[in-house]
């Protein structure tokens, strides 16, 4: 038996976060994005300031809307697609930034560098007012006190079964993402996220006016999936500048004769590579023309100038 | 040892005791329901009678088949004592079988095995579940009405209500009126538990008996109904319940919701104007709303009618029917309730049932509620500590 997924109460600060998935497996399985913070997410539930959306690529028969949430403690990505007309037509239908409910599936995005965006898939939107944002906010705080409370009892005592906590109130699926998240992120700073808390309870309070973007506050979450940052790159060479024009001239035609005005990435791999710039070659080269902001790459797989 | 030729003593057993063997057995019951057929032999086309139901001796109820029973002469409450019967397990339950081996004949009351009432044993509701039967139980009376219902050709009156004690609470079915009000405590022995719609229930009839206690140890019906809510997972885990309450906020509407067509006949939806059952009719507009609710450990789904749909949506039935005239998409209604319904806070009661989706709460009530901000915000801040 399926059960409905439940909508997680989270921040977006711990949708930022979050950085380890959980495919499931079988058809039709669910996957789960894992929080550091005993999430354990298929659908959330969020709430904050949403801005007007921005349609991404130019296949109209394909629509796709992004739009940028934003909570006393952080921010995160909201879409919809042509699979979720209402909450397209809801996040189009925005010309200013409001509070609003987001109810959708949150989505792990990992970019070749390593680092992963966090987004969320609209269902349902709804904008309110100030008082029920707050409300919702309310909710979101004290659920994910509730989980920071069992991760640090779970913590404290790891062979405790699951019943016994259970006991105490805490849903069995409760327990299952907090021991996963102990063991996926076990050097977390739990005292940091709930000092990122903070501003949220602000909110609920009643500190009025549009949320400020944090402060860019010390990251809670520290995971090390890559080396630290190589001393800077000297200068490309000659030659490196002339494989970066091959592949931005091929890019420039591909996304010319493509219907959405995008460069699909393996073609375009296939196209360098028979031009002598293959694989490790053509990888620099993108990820070089990437970080100098020449080429972006909105929707995985696709690529334009930025 | 026996004389060659002669039978073994059968010994007579009572049904609570019967166990699947191949030695026959003696027993004596009552006829609690029975059923005629024939049954066609593959081979030869032939035909022979059939005699099936239910044997009831105050200790348990069994099933029975009887081939090539007397054409008349039984009937509901007929005891009989069958001599030389086989005992099989179907579905891990014992059933009795009547063969032409097996000597079947009338018998009085007094044939019936004698249960002490003491002897049954004392049972919680929690502890009940389909097919129980045998057991007492002493329980309050949270709520009970008559209801008319037609069985077969018959009109008859059952009692419908909820019982409950401290472990838990089941609906009863009641066939026969034993006068019972809301609030009372009562002990009760010769029911059983059977599943109906998903629901346990505890059906009482002319069989069963019904003493009122004082029952200071049982919860008060308005422990029962107005229980603070519990969360979302343990209703799922409860696979539902008789009195279940929840809070949660609405994340998404199911369909069929708006406006639904229901057959006058039965109130099924009706779907391009044909009821499932009474086929082509002319359907009676109504409104409703399947909520999806959901508390960050669940979610379920909560069947509003029309009454709540027009209060929680503000929109009545005939200005939805307005509505649709004007801009005739059922959908565009729709959309209308979940724009409005989408992140509210709903506490649910009501009877909650579960099937492969879910859980599904038919409701007896549906309340906004208004979060109190300021009061969220002090115990947010105190548990948070280190000041704002």
Not at chain 1, 25 to 42: K, T
Not at chain 1, 211 to 226: D, F
Not at chain 1, 232 to 245: G, L, V, W
Request: hydrophobic content about 40%; glycine content about 8%.
């Amino acid at each position: 038996m399926a059960l409905r997924e439940p909508a997680w109460r989270v921040t977006a600060r711990e949708l930022e976060s979050s950085l380890e998935e959980e495919k499931g497996e079988g058809d039709r399985a669910a996957s789960y994005l894992l929080s550091p913070f005993a999430a354990r997410m298929n659908r959330v539930l969020v709430t904050g300031t949403l801005s007007p959306a921005e349609p991404i690529g130019r296949d109209e028969t394909q629509p796709f809307w992004r739009s940028r949430l934003t909570d006393p403690t952080g921010a995160v990505a909201v879409t919809a697609g042509s699979f979720q007309p209402r909450a397209m037509a809801q996040l189009r239908s925005s010309p200013a930034a409001r509070p609003a409910i987001v109810v959708g599936k949150a989505h792990l995005y990992r970019g070749r560098d390593g680092v992963g965006y966090v987004s969320v898939r609209a269902e349902g939107v709804r904008f309110v007012g100030e008082t029920d944002e707050r409300a919702v906010l309310a909710d979101i705080v004290r659920q994910t006190l509730d989980r920071l409370d069992l991760l640090d009892r779970i913590a404290r005592e790891p062979d405790r079964s699951d019943e016994s906590f259970g006991a105490e109130g805490s849903p069995r699926s409760w327990v299952r993402a907090a021991r996963e998240s102990l063991r996926r992120y076990p050097n977390v700073d739990r005292e940091a996220f709930r000092r990122d808390l903070r501003p949220a309870l602000r909110r609920v309070a009643g500190d009025s006016g549009p949320p400020a973007p944090p402060a860019t506050p010390p990251p809670s979450v520290t995971v090390t999936r890559l080396p630290v940052a190589a001393p800077a790159r000297p200068a490309p060479t000659a030659a490196e500048r002339a494989e970066e024009s091959t592949f931005l001239d091929h890019l420039d035609e591909i996304a010319e004769a493509s219907a959405d005005g995008y460069a699909d990435l393996k073609e375009l791999l296939a196209r360098v590579a028979s031009q002598g710039l293959a694989g490790d070659r053509a990888e620099a080269a993108l990820s070089r023309l990437e970080e100098e902001g020449v080429v972006e790459e909105p929707i995985v797989g696709k690529l334009r100038r930025a | 040892m026996t004389a060659e030729g002669s039978p073994a003593p059968v010994p007579e057993v009572r049904l609570r005791d019967l166990r699947p063997s191949v030695s026959p057995v003696e027993l004596v019951g009552r006829v609690v329901a029975f059923d005629r057929r024939e049954v066609v032999r593959k081979s030869d086309q032939s035909r022979r009678p059939l005699l099936s139901g239910l044997l009831s001796d105050g200790t348990a109820t069994v099933r029975f088949t009887w081939w090539d029973p007397p054409r008349e002469g039984i009937e509901r409450g007929t005891i009989l004592r069958a001599v030389g019967a086989e005992v099989r397990a179907f579905r891990d339950r014992p059933e009795v079988t009547f063969t032409w081996r097996t000597r079947v004949g009338a018998a009085g009351p007094g044939d019936l095995p004698r249960v002490d009432a003491d002897e049954i044993p004392f049972r919680t509701v929690e502890s009940l579940s389909p097919p129980d039967e045998g057991f007492r139980i002493e329980v309050r009376v949270v709520r009970v009405a008559p209801r008319t219902v037609t069985v077969g050709e018959e009109r008859r009156i059952v009692h419908e209500g909820l019982l409950a004690d401290r472990s838990g609470a089941i609906a009863l079915s009641s066939w026969s009126d034993f006068g019972l009000a809301a609030g009372e405590a009562v002990r009760i022995s010769g029911g059983y538990v059977r599943r109906f719609r998903g629901r346990s229930q505890l059906v009482l009839d002319e069989r069963s008996s019904v003493v009122r206690v004082e029952g200071n140890d049982l919860p008060r019906p308005s422990e029962i109904l107005e229980r603070p809510p519990v969360t979302i997972a343990r209703v799922e885990d409860a696979g539902g319940g008789e009195a279940v309450a929840v809070e949660g906020i609405v994340v998404g509407l199911l369909p069929p919701s708006g406006l639904v067509y229901r057959c006058p006949t039965c109130a099924r939806t009706v779907k391009s104007g044909l009821c499932r059952v009474h086929g082509q009719v002319e359907g009676r507009a109504d409104l409703r709303a399947r909520l999806v609710l959901d508390d960050g450990t669940g979610a379920l789904t909560v069947n509003a009618g029309r009454a709540d749909t027009e209060r929680l949506w503000g929109v009545t039935l005939e200005e939805a029917r307005r509505r649709l005239r004007d801009q005739p998409d059922v959908s565009l209604l729709e959309e209308s309730i979940l724009e409005t319904v989408l992140g509210r806070r709903l506490r649910v009661r009501g009877v909650g049932t579960q099937d492969d989706f879910g859980v599904t709460i038919t409701p007896d009530s549906i309340e906004p509620v208004d979060v109190d901000l300021d009061a969220a915000a002090a115990e947010l801040g105190a548990r948070l500590g280190g000041g704002r």
